[in-house]
């Protein structure tokens, strides 16, 4: 991880990069898409790509294979997490029901950076290893699931619009991490403890296949493990910490 390219926010779901068509609304109501999404673009062209990328982040897996998200999808009512899942649900249908094969949705997976002042998992663990000296978790040490970092995220999704074939990409390591090898590195180079709660549950995410991404565009799947001594420095320098 380049220190003075990683963005110190993470890019919410919501977050459109657009590259080329943007939907024109009347009267409140969007504009119907041509008929022949492969004619004329009826829509203001910003640039020569022609096309709409819209970052959906990874909470609701879907199994990879499939160019659409399946039809049956189950949310608790109990869950704290509905809404947003709800919306993002929303937001995957609403691009891929549009005919143009110019419109695409990136899939990204837990997405890090330097955030020092957040309330997510990594950050909040560097933090309270840096200022307290003290980790306590809530998880069994071999919780997992996947983290892609910020940087390649912000490089993948030009690549995607340029010159992607597809409408629908997983952006993501690939790979994924236990909560015990990130703590374990965290705390080799802050010397904080680690406090893990006896009988937490053990949470593990389905892998994301990132397959499609890597053959078809030249992006960088970094490693938490290897950027975590990196993220460490910085937020120590963020925080002010000697």
């Known amino acids: ?7 110190r926010r993470l890019l919410p779901w919501a977050t459109v990069l657009t590259l080329g068509v943007l939907a024109l609304t ?7 898409p041509d008929k022949d999404p492969k004619g004329p673009v009826s829509a ?3 640039d020569k790509t022609g096309a709409l990328i819209v970052p959906l982040g990874g909470l609701v897996s879907f199994d990879p294979k499939l160019e659409e998200a399946p039809t049956d999808i189950v949310v608790s009512r109990d869950d704290p997490q509905r809404l947003f899942i709800y919306s993002k649900l929303a937001g995957e249908a609403l691009c891929l029901n549009n005919q143009r094969a110019t419109i695409r949705v990136a ?4 997405v890090y950076g330097v955030n020092p002042h957040s309330h997510n998992f ?5 933090r309270n290893a840096l200022t307290t000296g003290r980790i306590t978790l809530s998880l069994d040490p071999s919780s ?3 983290y892609v970092a910020v940087d390649d995220v912000v490089a993948a999704l030009p690549e995607i619009a340029r010159r992607g074939r597809h409408r629908l990409y997983n952006v993501a390591s690939g790979v994924n991490t236990t909560a015990g090898e990130i703590v374990d590195r965290i705390t080799a180079h ?3 403890q ?3 709660q006896p009988g937490a549950p053990k949470i593990v995410s389905a892998a994301i296949d990132v397959t499609r991404l890597s053959s078809e565009l030249p992006v960088r799947h970094g490693s938490i493990l290897s950027d975590l001594p990196d993220l460490v420095e910085m937020t120590k320098r963020e925080l002010v910490i000697r």
């Open 107 to 110: 899939r990204l997976s837990n």
């Open 26 to 32: 009347t009267n409140g109501r969007a504009q119907p």
């Open 190 to 192: 802050t010397r904080a």
């Open 44 to 46: 203001v062209t910003i």
């Open 1 to 7: 991880m380049h220190p003075k390219r990683t963005a």
């Open 144 to 146: 997992a699931k996947d």
């Open 122 to 126: 990594l950050p909040t663990l560097i």
């Open 194 to 196: 680690a406090l893990w």
